[in-house]
């Protein structure tokens, strides 16, 4: 929808927010190559500014930007071809009238651009981290630097892993569609491993000003529901979109009017999203029903029980804690296992829960994480141990990358401070 106090500049730069991955998606489909397709869609919209500017923003501009990038790249092609005389290497000759949008997504059905993107992007030939890193560059958009700061990895690291996966793709001739129903299983838990990890970094950003990117939680979901109608038989899938669903809800929440971090027994609960929770318990359900519930199905329980705790005093925290324990037996990591120690120490007290955050840390496995001494100075403060619980608050503070966790965090040291001086022996 054209807004009429947009400039041309100002609609180009929301179009390219909104629909560049779309684009990009496309130019990969019709031109085969990560790389062409990169250079054709920022091709397209540099001629946009100028060509809008000079005459008018078509009716169907990501139509336009498609069709530009596609004949810019094979004209581009066609001359290098001509250039070093292999003219037989030259691209085919493009159609008068390249395909529509609407032809596009209807030859697509559900199998849409993103999609096939999305498992090419997870093709098992790739490592799972480059698996990772290629679908937040190319489906969601990320900066390499952005994707680099993730990874806790070196800008320079990142881009190199970058490069070794497109070119993998493009010498080991990986087909850029969905897999056929046979392939399919054994290629769905690495593809929603993604698209959890690219909602986790919508919804809680691991750098800058703010905590929540809504785009990259919408782009999740979506992806997500396209993997539910593509596999309506993997209760995994419709798991994750459960799971997902229920934390969006409450993201709106998740700051306060003034941009302060708010923990989740301090939100308003009547401002959360109420159809979508309806959504995700009822996804919830649907698939505990299916039979063994697995990784998604179980943090989605969690989740569905915060969601129909009418205030934070209602919590089932003796459920919650059962239900990180069944995660725990059947797919146990360190951070599970220091959510199960919260959970813990909300049913038996937070010395019971601090036994088993110590031995987290004494592993070592988590002594980057922010949030493990995040969680280890709110039981120290629990228990009146505010020296203790100021060092790690500290610790925290030195680890978190985002604006609203460090100004919650600073917050937090403050008090402890006070609490330190109101009880120093004089």
Known sequence: MIDAGEDVQQRIARIYREDS????????????????AEEAMQEAFAVAVES????????????????????RSIDRTRRDARTIALSALAAPPASPEPPTIAALEEESGVEDDRLRLVFTCCHPALAQEAQVALTLRTVCGLTTEAIARAFLVPVATMAQRLVRATSKIRDAGIPYRVPSARELPERL????????????????????????????????IRLARLLVELTPAAAEANGLLALMLLHDARRATRLSPVGELMLLDEQD???WD??????????????????RAGPYAIQAAVA?????????????????????????????????????AVAVAMVDGPQAGLLLVDA??????????????????DLLRRLERFDAALAAYETALGLATVEPERR??????????TRCSATAPE
């Open 269 to 271: 609960r009547s401002q």
């Open 52 to 71: 809008w500017r000079a005459s008018s923003i078509p009716s169907n501009p990501r139509a336009w930007l498609i069709s530009t990038g596609r004949h």
């Open 274 to 291: 109420a159809a979508q929770i309806a959504e995700g318990l009822a996804r919830v359900d649907a698939t505990l029903r299916a039979g």
């Open 360 to 377: 987290i840390a004494a592993r070592g496995e988590l002594r980057d994480y922010h949030l493990l001494h995040a969680a280890h100075a």
């Open 304 to 340: 569905a029980l915060h969601a129909a705790a009418a205030n934070a005093a209602e919590t089932d925290w003796r459920q919650i804690a059962a239900l990180y324990a069944l995660l725990l037996a059947r797919a146990p990591t360190a951070v599970v296992e220091l959510n199960h």
């Open 189 to 220: 838990d690495s593809v929603l491993a993604v698209v959890y990890l690219v909602f986790t970094e919508g919804y809680a950003a691991t750098s800058g000003d703010e905590i929540v990117r809504h785009e990259l939680c919408g782009e999740a």
């Open 408 to 417: 919650f965090l600073e917050r937090r040291i403050s008090d402890v401070r």
């Open 21 to 36: 991955r779309r684009i990009l998606a496309t130019l990969i489909r019709l031109l085969g190559d990560f790389d062409l």
